[in-house]
């Protein structure tokens, strides 16, 4: 342990100087040349590239402290003999990668092709002016197409806006039974005709018969009861003639017999009410028509308000529409006001005159509509238009004026609608419209497309190529 121990330095001038290696001179000298070094080691310029996986060093394990006099001969050993100068590395941006400058000894130039990318319009411009060159003579190789020619027109027709709507019976209810019981038998089915009257579902009458007898009971007590209060009424009053009753005995008597006859007419109407629910028990049909739906089998409890089956008359149509707010007041929309109608399950009528009969009051505040109900003439009463099925009504807006043209002059292609416009030079030009409804003399509503003053090709089953040359023919 002896041998192993170290001399300590001595103390004051020269043994700081050994333990600082040098002077302050000698410090500041091996600073600079450390930092020269550093310089020199990254000489080059760094650019951006991939950043390159740098291998950690590996931690150093923890070391036991050493002696007091092991730490002092390793700091004179690390001051007497600097470690060589370590190279800085250029830390650049983050979240960018970086690459060296390449070495013009050992990697070769890179091609810049900035230049040939700007040479490529320039090389296709030649290419162009010399199709170009050949674009008149493909014009000139068109050969004309004789047509007959028609002018679009305009026409102040009568503007309008289709709404859909559901065509509704003119009466139609849904029944329900007023005893809560058992459904013992459904005597329709859906789809057939009933008369009024007829009997629908029959319901297990032990309940109904149980009130009526209880109420024919109540009514025979009362009965009883008045009988005797009628008896000493008239006891008491010939008792009160002798003055051998006196006047409150009396006026009891006429109370008790009082009571007694409302008793009376109270269970009497007990007993009313008992024979309409014993009624009851079988579900009839209030008006002539059809079974639209049918909502109970055998075996379901009917209770009251809750609907068994729904009857529709078969005479009398209506279509149901909503209006919007912002049309129901430009439609003018009142009792009595005429409306087109059309039915998809009737195409065959054709357009019908319908007639408002009912207009709701105010819009509804889930829809903002107005529910608008159009009465169908005579003519759609037939059964085979069912409740149910889709219509349209044509709501008038006042009138506008419009381009019409021939029917002849739409060309149907790829799901558009073209027209074929002659221009000044005779070229064939065609443009795409938007066609709206038809007019009585045969020609069709253009909305959007034409101006109205331009000349149309007429007969063209494929629109021409763009320029084609148009020949008019009488």
Do not use: W, Y
């Amino acid at each position: 342990r002896g041998a192993l121990r170290r001399r300590r330095p001595a103390r004051g001038a020269a043994g700081l100087g050994s333990r600082l290696g040098g002077s302050r001179a000698a410090c500041h000298r091996r600073r600079r040349a450390r930092r020269r070094g550093g310089i020199r080691a990254h000489r080059r310029r760094a650019l951006p590239r991939r950043r390159r996986q740098v291998a950690r060093p590996a931690r150093r394990r923890h070391r036991p402290p050493r002696s007091r006099n092991a730490r002092a001969g390793g700091a004179r050993r690390s001051l007497a003999r600097p470690p060589p100068p370590r190279p800085r590395r250029r830390r650049g941006p983050r979240n960018r990668s970086r690459r060296l400058e390449p070495d013009p000894l050992t990697e070769p130039r890179p091609v810049k092709t900035f230049s040939r990318i700007l040479a490529l319009p320039l090389l296709a411009l030649p290419l162009a002016a010399c199709g170009d060159s050949h674009a008149p003579a493909a014009v000139a190789a068109l050969q004309p197409v004789a047509v007959r020619i028609a002018s679009a027109g305009r026409l102040a027709a009568a503007d309008h806006t289709e709404i859909s709507g559901t065509v509704a019976a003119g009466r139609s209810t849904d029944v329900s039974s007023r005893v809560m019981a058992m459904i013992t038998a459904v005597h329709v089915e859906l789809g057939d005709s009933v008369a009024a009257g007829q009997t629908l579902l029959s319901i297990d009458p032990t309940t109904a018969e149980g009130q009526l007898a209880q109420a024919e009971g109540g009514l025979a007590q009362a009965r009883a009861a008045l009988v005797l209060a009628t008896r000493n009424h008239e006891r008491f009053q010939a008792l009160a003639a002798t003055e051998s009753a006196s006047e409150l005995e009396l006026d009891m008597a006429r109370m008790q017999f009082e009571q007694a006859a409302g008793a009376v007419k109270q269970a009497e109407g007990a007993v009313s009410a008992a024979r309409s629910v014993a009624r009851e028990s079988s579900v009839r049909a209030p008006f002539a028509g059809r079974v639209a739906a049918r909502f109970a089998e055998v075996g379901d409890l009917a209770a009251p308000g809750r609907p068994l089956v729904r009857i529709e008359s078969q005479a009398g149509r209506r279509l149901v529409v909503e209006v919007p707010e912002s049309l129901a007041a430009a439609a003018s929309l009142v009792s009595g006001a005429a409306i087109t109608v059309t039915l998809d399950a009737r195409p065959d009528l054709g357009q019908l005159a319908g007639t408002v009969i009912e207009v709701s009051p105010g819009p509804d505040p889930v829809t903002h509509a107005f529910t608008v109900k159009i009465d169908l003439p005579s003519g759609a009463d037939s059964p085979s238009i069912a409740a149910g099925s889709a219509g349209r009504a044509f709501l008038p807006l006042g009138q506008r004026d419009s381009v019409v043209v021939p029917r002849e002059a739409i060309v149907r292609s790829g799901g558009l609608d073209l027209v074929v416009v002659r221009d000044e030079q005779g070229l064939a030009q065609s443009r795409v419209v938007t066609l709206g409804a038809a007019t009585a003399d045969g020609r069709v509503e253009v909305l959007s497309g034409l101006a109205g003053d331009e000349s149309l090709a007429l007969g063209l089953a494929v629109a021409p190529p763009l320029g084609t040359p148009l020949e008019v023919t009488p």
